[in-house]
């Protein structure tokens, strides 16, 4: 019995980047997230366009390049892992400190703003777009539900219109769901007498979501169930935990001696390694990798962050700068556009039959068009949002030590 291959996808939208407290360091160590993330930008189109390509092959036992390239689905789980870690990281450190959490009506209004215009635009010029090929064209009713992140929930709108889209359905029910889960955890963690005790509830209250995820997905795909069920946020649970777990375990902290960070970056590339080379050479049973399928990879892209975000990790900088930061910035730009440029191309038969020819068209095409999003649409739109809130929390009053907050 062969395991289905699992889907692929996303560049998560980079989130607001928050630094560590007093560290010169900080601003590299993000610099390198980006371009981790730029790195796995590419490799979803990469990924995507070689599916084109080779057609089944790709999940049906092809050459050793074909799995290869097959490998490279984990960047989903690795965009959610980063997701996670950002977006939790400054309600996580409110709590810990015992001070108030961020405003709920800045989060809101920068998500909002870091995701709609691009994604609307996007989504509404492919509905346009491909209403020219009659493959893809798609009807009406179908517009609402994808501008309003509903696309998951209908079976009717599933690899549609802009297929990786369920991965944004799935970011915009995290976003909501941070603040909910915070406003519960918060008076739990006011209530524990130091930090310690309140990093090890939020660790704690982590680790079950990882644990949670896992299960809902596994059920999932053992039990053959629609995408309605397995592309949801609670059956992508698990990377989503594992970045929240990391953002708490790490805040405030640094790891000064080299030998600490290597150490996690080489346990982490080896659980990511561990899930990648189970399903290539079909180690295990079919049933036990469906059941903690992405859970290693989700685990180990964690280990990589924390290496990356609490010390200076050798050989980073080839992320930190370089062609892959620079990815990592347009990364949600490139997500949002390649697949609509593959339907095109091919609608318009201009789609290349060898694979290097496909990835330089796809990949060029998708990064002008990345480009044009993120300094006609993004960049502005996250300054319009900056110049509407604050651009830090005032002093308040910790509501535990009664020192002054951040």
């Not at 490998?71 to 870690?85: D, E, H, K, Y």
């Not at 976003?175 to 007498?193: E, F, M, N």
């Not at 480009?371 to 319009?384: G, N, T």
Request: with cysteine; glycine share 8%.
């Amino acid at each position: 019995m062969r395991t289905p291959l699992p889907d692929t996808s996303k560049p998560a939208p980079p989130p607001e980047r928050p630094a560590t407290p007093g560290s010169a360091a900080a601003r590299p160590r993000l610099d390198a997230l980006d371009g981790m993330r730029g790195a796995a930008a590419v490799g979803i189109v990469l990924l995507h366009t070689w599916m084109y390509v080779v057609g089944d092959r790709l999940v049906d036992r092809g050459t050793p390049l074909d799995l290869v390239m097959g490998q490279l689905r984990l960047g989903m789980p690795m965009f959610f892992v980063l997701s996670a870690f950002l977006i939790f990281r400054p309600f996580a450190a409110a709590m810990i400190d015992g001070r108030p959490l961020p405003r709920i009506g800045v989060y809101a209004l920068r998500r909002v703003a870091r995701i709609g215009p691009a994604y609307w635009v996007g989504i509404v010029l492919a509905f346009l777009v491909l209403m020219r090929f009659p493959a893809y064209a798609q009807p009406w009713s179908v517009l609402p539900t994808f501008l309003t992140f509903q696309q998951n929930y209908d079976l009717a709108t599933v690899k549609v219109l802009n297929p990786p889209m369920w991965t944004i359905a799935v970011e915009v029910t995290f976003y909501v769901a941070v603040p909910l889960l915070t406003l519960l955890l918060a008076p739990v963690t006011r209530r524990l007498a130091t930090p310690a005790r309140r990093r090890a509830l939020l660790a704690a209250v982590c680790v079950v979501l990882v644990v949670v995820g896992t299960a809902i997905l596994g059920h999932a795909l053992i039990n053959n169930l629609d995408r309605t069920a397995r592309d949801t946020l609670p059956a992508r649970l698990a990377p989503f935990g594992a970045g929240m777990l990391v953002a708490v375990l790490t805040y405030g902290r640094q790891v000064r001696r080299t030998a600490v960070t290597v150490a996690l970056a080489a346990l982490g590339v080896a659980l990511v390694g561990l899930e990648a080379t189970a399903i290539v050479r079909d180690w295990g049973s079919p049933q036990l990798r469906m059941a903690v399928v992405d859970t290693p990879a989700s685990l180990g892209f964690a280990l990589i962050i924390a290496a990356v975000a609490t010390g200076r990790l050798p050989g980073a900088v080839v992320f930190a700068r370089g062609p892959l930061q620079w990815y990592g910035t347009l990364s949600f730009g490139l997500y949002i556009a390649h697949y609509p440029v593959i339907w095109t191309l091919r609608g318009m038969d201009r789609f290349p039959t060898d694979p290097l020819g496909a990835i330089v068209a796809v990949l060029g095409v998708s990064t002008v068009l990345a480009v044009a999003s993120w300094h006609v649409l993004e960049k502005p739109a996250i300054a319009w949002a900056h110049r509407r809130t604050p651009k830090r929390e005032p002093a308040r009053r910790n509501v535990l030590a009664g020192a002054a907050g951040d």
